[in-house]
Antibody, heavy 117, light 112 residues
Framework: EVQLVESGGGLVQPGGSLRLSCAAS????????MSWVRQAPGKGLAWVAN????????YYVDSVKGRFTISRDNAKNSLYLQMNSLRAEDTAVYYC??????????WGQGTLVTVSS | QSALTQPPSASGSPGQSVTISCTGT?????????VSWYQQHPGKAPKVMIY???KRPSGVPDRFSGSKSGNTASLTVSGLQAEDEADYYC????????????FGGGTKLTVL
């Protein structure tokens, strides 16, 4: 059974940093693109970033470029999102998702990031 | 690219059919056969219901079907059941590294 479990969310002040993790199991992690998708409270979904199987390609939505870094550790079956210079508009539930040709096949349960003073 | 356009709400009675539209452009929906639909119940993670326009993952009831014509994709739910009440989001691959996938704004489906 495919499982994705996010962790690392919490309350952080504007300008602060947070590192999200996503532990994957039930599939061969190293053979899939992975993505982060977020959902602001009461709002719709938005793609944030994705990363190729070997980490050689990484892409970001313009609004987080230069502030967020996606990475992965295939030996640990883990996906990460380092978030720096956080803003109030980054407040959202962050989901990791196994990705295949534009489809988010499996999702984690999400972790809430709140940016507030 | 802007978000895909979905109606904010849709409704139907149990047993009826309802269709939700998703309108994009030739740069996303019209340009690729990588349209997906996701169901999200309150407080839960989204779940893929349709991928690549019309394919159904295993375990998704065949009451759910997808199609596309030009720049508009559609999700049809036949034989509505109470558990179908949820938010539905469409997505399309865009071919752009800066916006890998564009989402629709979501449609709240109410089963009357």
């Amino acid at each position: 059974e495919v499982q994705l479990v996010e962790s690392g969310g919490g309350l952080v002040q504007p300008g602060g940093s947070l590192r999200l993790s996503c532990a994957a199991s039930g599939f061969t992690f190293s053979t899939y693109w992975m993505s982060w998708v977020r959902q602001a409270p009461g709002k719709g979904l938005a793609w944030v970033a994705n990363i190729k199987q070997d980490g050689s390609e990484k892409y970001y939505v313009d609004s987080v470029k230069g502030r967020f870094t996606i990475s992965r550790d295939n030996a640990k079956n883990s996906l990460y999102l380092q978030m720096n210079s956080l803003r109030a508009e980054d407040t959202a539930v962050y989901y990791c998702a196994r990705t295949y040709y534009g489809t988010f096949e499996y999702w984690g349960q999400g972790t809430l990031v709140t940016v507030s003073s | 690219q802007s978000a895909l356009t979905q109606p904010p709400s849709a409704s139907g009675s149990p047993g009826q059919s309802v269709t939700i539209s998703c309108t994009g452009t030739s740069s996303d929906v019209g340009g690729y056969n990588y349209v997906s639909w996701y169901q999200q119940h309150p407080g839960k993670a989204p779940k893929v219901m349709i991928y690549e326009v019309s394919k159904r993952p295993s375990g998704v009831p065949d009451r759910f079907s997808g199609s596309k014509s030009g720049n508009t994709a559609s999700l049809t739910v036949s034989g509505l059941q109470a558990e179908d009440e949820a938010d539905y989001y469409c997505t399309s691959y865009t071919g752009s590294n800066n916006l890998y996938v564009v989402f629709g704004g979501g449609t709240k489906l109410t089963v009357l």
